[in-house]
């Protein structure tokens, strides 16, 4: 039986945690959930280590960028943060950032929160109990969130 | 019985730490608070780790950053240094930083150092005694020193 | 018998494990390969890691940077972490990270893919069974994926 | 008896080390100082880790800032191994940098080099024999180097 | 007797290593030196790394930095590494880069490459051997491959 931490925040402006767990449970079984809630993004490498630390094989960490350039600065020591516990560790921290301003409107950024979470939650399935999966993916131009950018398209094949 | 640390710098230009303790202590009981003041923000990372060493459970580290360019990359190497410490710890270090250039006069910058200190206060009493609380409040937007966000409002629902 | 280590991703928009597999297997004998797909290059640095506890001498790590600007951002999280755990192993990461927009159009970048992915994993044999090959390009001025600079014309000589 | 490091560089344009010893000795007793000599800024937290390792309590980190973009990257690579080094060990690098633009001529760039050095050896004093102190200056807005900004200056105090 | 590490790229256009040990051997004896070539300057915190583990009290980290906006990132990132191995084992590499953008043509670019690395080497055999010659030079504006900057100029002196 494989643990997976889920680590979120009350900055974010939509309930990513739910949108995990659902997709996470529509993959199949073999799982225990444990989530944890942080401030803000800052707070998640700190959240992410506590959850390895409670027994997790591998975390998902669920956070929103705002709009503000100071935001930008807070998800590079964010980043850094994540990257350290990763590399200390030799786990998996997947890193589902929304940028504020990345959709039109309020609905369309909703539509994002949840599909990027989902399609990152597939991942962390894959990653652990799919590993073929994921590799039959490799080089495929995935887009969480998005349309896929699929393979580079070459002339005359 | 927890310990709370609280790192505050004698470049912030307001007593945060005054009212990190005056919120905490309207929050409940259970722990004990050791304070230790650096000079600015790139030392509140040592700061903090002396206060673990000194067996703090969380440290809250207050500081204020400047309005010149130089002082955006101090809060980078600040934050940078902040990350390390609770990658290595799994324990958490809630940064408050106030930018000094926030606030249009210096009365409302003291009400935004007041507020968020204090948002952060409650932050930092609810991950060590009331976890549900902040799960509560995940992925509804809320904003230490200004008004909440609140969650993305979608059409049609 | 060396163990070298291929993580690559599903972002990426062509299959670069392929061609340093292929082209890996050109130089010689004496390894064997353990490929591992992650989603993006922010997921680079655990995978190495994770190559690394199964026994991989070196890690090559395929990746594709996209045109965004936080792409840019994502790339310099992705190098600290590899970075970090090069540092801490004292093994080799070779980064193979290729820009969405070096190239004119997508046969070109394919080519692009193709060519340095094919030139890093010969530095990969070079530096595992053939440390005097790679040696004897110091201060040539290779360029892995376009035609080398070479070494500075110097008048006079 | 403590043991106070002075890391300095033979890139700054001014004897910092010179003015830290003279004014650490005006503080008072209680310590020994040991003096270490680097090229520039990116030596610095490897230098302070040496005298860390050869018995410091606290190493006071002198350097200068050059005018050129690329100065500015240094001094932030120089800035996170002085992070690293801190959070590893828990003891504090104050670092004092001078920035060659600050000053409108050298001489009043030597006079800012001596002043911001001395306020920060009275800041180190202060760290390891007189806590009490540097925590009466908390929330003051104490600037090294130049005239203080002072606490907030709230309307109707 | 001290052994010395060179780690140099195959990507830089100047036969650093050469002109390192060069004026090495030119300053006494006392040391054995240990080369090794990678790839880049991403490559050289690794390469330091190995070059410790062989025994090696102090590296030189020979690198070039390319003109394209990217190299800046890939400078960063290096030296990030650099500060790590440096951070973890208090052991120094002397880190000397050059940009391909400092010099006007080739011919002087190669100058730079020979002078700079030349006067770093000195600073290498000082560390090691001559501590009490590098701090001499303290504060007095030392500018490897260029022209000292020397101390300030002040009025009235």
Known sequence: MKRIGIADTSFARHDMAA????????QGGGFTILRYTVPGIKDLAAGARILFDRGCDLVIA???????PVDKDCALAADFGLQMVQANLGKHILGVMVHEDEAADESELARLFDRRTREHAVNAYDLLFRPESIQARAGTGQREGFADAGPLRVRGR
Request: charged share 35%; aromatic share 0%.
């Open 19 to 26: 949108a995990a767990i659902d997709e996470l449970r529509k």
């Open 62 to 68: 669920l956070g929103m960028v705002g709009r503000q």
